[in-house]
């Protein structure tokens, strides 16, 4: 099970920093990340770590303002999302990918809303 926590209302220029807790998952053997799906747009990777070899992936719009990190121990995966824009606002969503299968697992939407 995944569930993701940590969404709300920030101003432009905040922080905000969500968390997915990923119960009976071993992050050695998946992708874990976050996509969102903004108004009106399609759903969209946001950033992804290996849970293999810690490799990270950034979309453009969200590199040097978003950061992806995980704990294997707490089985948890966090966005720190700094310098939010209002374009960041959007339901985000955790994910995790089995490396060989590529079976998806996803979490509930959490809403972040950045006012301008």
């Known amino acids: 099970q995944l569930q993701a926590s940590g969404g709300g209302l920030a101003q432009a220029g905040g922080s905000l920093r969500l968390s997915c807790t990923a119960s009976?998952?071993?992050?050695?053997?998946?992708?874990i990340g976050w996509f969102r799906q903004r108004p009106g747009k399609q759903h969209e990777g946001v950033s992804c770590?290996?849970?293999?070899?810690?490799?990270?992936y950034y979309a453009d719009s969200v590199k040097g303002r978003f950061t992806i990190a995980y704990d294997n121990a707490k089985k948890s995966v966090f966005l720190q999302m700094n310098s939010l824009k209002s374009e960041d606002t959007a339901v985000y969503y955790c994910?995790?990918?089995?490396?060989?299968?590529?079976?998806?697992?996803w979490g509930q939407g959490t809403q972040v809303t950045v006012s301008s």
């Open positions: 009976g998952f071993t992050f050695d053997d998946y992708a």
């Open positions: 994910n995790l990918r089995h490396l060989r299968s590529q079976l998806d697992y």
């Open positions: 770590i290996s849970g293999r070899d810690g490799t990270t």
